[in-house]
């Protein structure tokens, strides 16, 4: 059974840092392509950034660019998202899911998310 676990969340003031993990069991992780969503309240669920497991090739949408930082420990089974200069708009649950995809993760941001999904982890940047 394919399980995904978001973690680290929180609350911090604007300019912090925060880093999620997205503990993953249940498939081979080289055949897997893992990305972040968001969804703020009363908006729709939208990509973060991706990481393919076979290649360890990332992606990152416009709006988090050369802030966030996405990484995966095999050993682990694990990907992190390492969140700097948080603003508030970046407010949201964060969620972690995973496709099977050989190839660039970006298609898993482009078709809204994998087959499966974690539960959440809460990120609120106060002003």
């Known amino acids: 059974e394919v399980q995904l676990v978001e973690s680290g969340g929180g609350l911090v003031q604007a300019g912090g840092s925060l880093r999620l993990s997205c503990a993953a069991s249940?498939?081979?992780?080289?055949?897997?392509?893992i990305a972040w969503f968001r969804q703020a309240p009363g908006k729709e669920r939208e990509g973060v950034s991706c990481?393919?497991?076979?290649?360890?090739?990332?992606y990152y949408e416009d709006s988090v660019k050369d802030r966030f930082t996405i990484s995966s420990d095999k050993d682990k089974n694990t990907v992190y998202l390492q969140m700097n200069s948080l603003k508030p708009d970046d407010t949201a649950v964060y969620y972690c899911?995973?496709?099977?995809?050989?190839?660039?993760?970006?298609?898993?941001?482009?078709?809204?998310?994998?087959?499966?999904w974690g539960q959440g982890t809460q990120v609120t940047v106060s002003s």
């Open positions: 899911t995973a496709e099977s995809l050989i190839g660039p993760c970006r298609a898993t941001i482009v078709v809204g998310g994998g087959t499966h």
């Open positions: 249940g498939f081979t992780f080289d055949d897997y392509a």
């Open positions: 990481i393919s497991g076979g290649d360890s090739s990332t």
